[in-house]
């Protein structure tokens, strides 16, 4: 994460990373370009009915902005690539897993279902951010994916009800899943065929396509919820839980939970020109939330 100082250098960051000249910008936030010139040098902020439009056009999290937007900033780190912040670089890791298991049942209100269609507009906004293309984006999946299996598609909020993170799973059929497995084919490849009723299948597999939060915080209890999930429902044991991910910060939480690595792709990784090889994790939580 980088540490910003100042509202003007996140938003020549921000402007750097999508490659939109001041010109542009002016345009999407309805300014004039003046007005974008004096943001950026920290000769005035945004007003204050600002800050949740800018959220929005930018999805950068309103926090980080608020956080900056005033005469004495709250230096703030940020990550673009995975739209997270902390307020210390003590803060910036994910919490220890057993340290959330001890902590699973102190649920947040904050946390619901996956229910508009504005909410898998900021769920695809998200993944897209990740420069990912073997994620799918596919719209009419990702609603099926959440009619399949409505107790682990979540969604976590700010304080004021703007998304904040969430998590995304696929109950899929076993044939499918081994098909990914075996990498005969890829996520991006999966179809609304290929999800089943994880209650009447004799091996479910729970595919995590993305969990994600913009703070610790908010992961914590996004996190939490689904393993309470696994803890409290009447799995069959033999249950499969499995993920590809290319992101750096997930790596280490998954052994932690127990979850093995199946495979790596550094050829997919060359090609694709990700930061990390996209890895399969493989496994379920038994184990780790044994009492």
């Known amino acids: 994460m980088k540490k910003y100082s100042s ?5 020549i960051d921000y402007r750097t990373l999508h490659n939109i000249s001041q010109v542009d910008l002016a345009a999407k936030f309805e300014v004039d370009i003046r007005t974008i010139i004096r943001w950026e040098k920290n000769q005035t902020l945004l007003k204050p009915e600002k800050e949740e439009e800018i959220a929005e056009i930018t999805f950068i999290p309103l926090q980080v902005i608020r956080n900056l937007n005033t005469t004495t900033p709250i230096h703030t780190f940020y990550d673009f690539g995975i739209r997270k912040y902390s307020l210390s670089p003590l803060s910036t890791e994910l919490p ?15 946390i619901r279902p996956i229910e508009t269609d504005e909410d898998i507009k900021n769920i695809i906004r998200n993944t897209v951010l990740q420069k990912d293309p073997l994620k799918t984006i596919n719209k009419k999946l990702i609603k099926e994916a959440i009619k399949f299996l409505p107790e682990l598609n979540l969604i976590v909020t700010d304080e004021l009800g703007n998304y904040a993170g969430h998590s995304l799973y696929f109950s899929l059929d076993y044939t499918t899943y081994m098909k990914i497995k ?12 290929d999800l089943v009723n994880y209650k009447t299948q004799t091996q479910p597999v729970f595919y995590c396509h993305s969990i994600t939060a913009d703070c610790n915080e908010n992961f914590f209890y996004i ?4 393993l309470k999930f696994y803890r409290d429902k009447q799995l069959n044991k033999n249950y499969i839980y499995a993920l590809i ?4 910060d997930s790596y280490d939480m998954s052994l932690d939970l127990g979850i093995s ?17 996209p890895r399969l994790y493989e496994g379920n939580f038994t184990e780790f939330l044994k009492d």
């Open 245 to 248: 991910t290319n992101r750096y």
């Open 223 to 226: 996190i939490g919820a689904v």
């Open 261 to 277: 690595l199946v495979w790596e792709d550094k050829e997919q990784q060359e090609k694709l020109n990700l930061k990390a090889p």
């Open 182 to 193: 075996h990498q005969e084919i890829m996520e991006n490849e999966i179809s609304i065929s």
């Open 7 to 11: 509202l003007g250098e996140l938003l």
């Open 96 to 110: 220890e897993a057993n340290w959330i298991k001890e902590r699973i049942d102190n649920l947040d209100d904050r």
